[in-house]
């Protein structure tokens, strides 16, 4: 139980064109999610945290008009890279947390997004 | 503000031997929880143990352990019968009911080598 997915694994987009990362959760009730960027031999920044039906809520630094964040159901979460450039190259990667667990954070796969 | 250390950013055991690997944090709640996630070079975030910090006893999960001593704020992995499945990058992370979300906050990391 407890399976997180993320589609696509990877994409690779032009520069100034906008892409869209899904996280969903399979098999449980993701009341809030999460979404982290993780640059190569570093550890997971936190970007923004999504409840359902709320806006998210973005870390300082993080642009919320850049990183555009949906969490319209209890299984899904979409973040959109918005007039994507070379230096939004990156892994991305979401987490959920459901009813039965609150404090764990289940963590999908992660997207390779790469922008030329 | 919570964080978490790991001072080892690269560790190396033989297979089949046992290590440690450390990790600090610093908080001033009583209620929290920390957990050891695995990243494989497949980039998957693995959950390997968690601990909360009221249990006294140390969490076990197989061949994993946890020295968990919480007046001096330290949570130890302790791998037994290392396999060469075990190489991976190592997070240590906390988290807090008062954080809202249940916000992870993650150490650097520690990148583990198994030597066959």
């Known amino acids: 139980g407890a399976v997180v997915s993320q589609h696509p694994s990877r994409v690779i987009c032009k520069s100034g064109t906008s892409v869209k990362i899904e996280c969903r959760s399979l098999?449980?009730?993701?009341?809030?999610m999460f979404w982290y960027r993780q640059f190569p031999k570093k550890s997971l920044m936190l970007m923004a945290t999504s409840n359902e039906g709320s806006k998210a809520t973005y870390e300082q630094g993080v642009e919320k008009d850049k990183f555009l964040i949906n969490h319209a159901s209890l299984t899904l979460s979409t973040l959109t890279v918005t007039s994507a450039h070379p230096e939004d190259s990156s892994f991305y990667i979401c987490?959920?947390?459901?009813?039965?667990?609150?404090?764990?954070?289940?963590f999908g796969p992660g997207t390779r997004l790469t922008v030329t | 503000a919570q964080t978490v250390t790991q001072s080892q950013p690269e560790m190396s055991v033989q297979e089949a031997e046992t290590v440690t690997l450390s990790c600090t944090y610093d908080t001033s709640e009583s209620d929290y929880y920390l957990f050891w996630y695995k990243q494989p070079p497949s980039r998957q975030m693995i959950l390997v143990i968690r601990?909360?910090?009221?249990?006294?006893q140390n969490a076990t999960e197989n061949r994993f352990s946890v020295n968990f001593q919480k007046a001096a704020k330290s949570f130890s992995l302790k791998i037994s019968d290392s396999q060469l499945g075990d190489a991976a990058m190592y997070f240590c992370a906390y988290t807090y009911s008062g954080a809202g979300s249940y916000q992870l906050t993650f150490g650097k990391g520690t990148k583990l080598s198994v030597i066959p």
């Open positions: 601990q909360e910090a009221y249990k006294q």
């Open positions: 987490s959920a947390i459901g009813t039965a667990f609150r404090y764990e954070q289940y």
């Open positions: 098999d449980f009730q993701a009341t809030t």
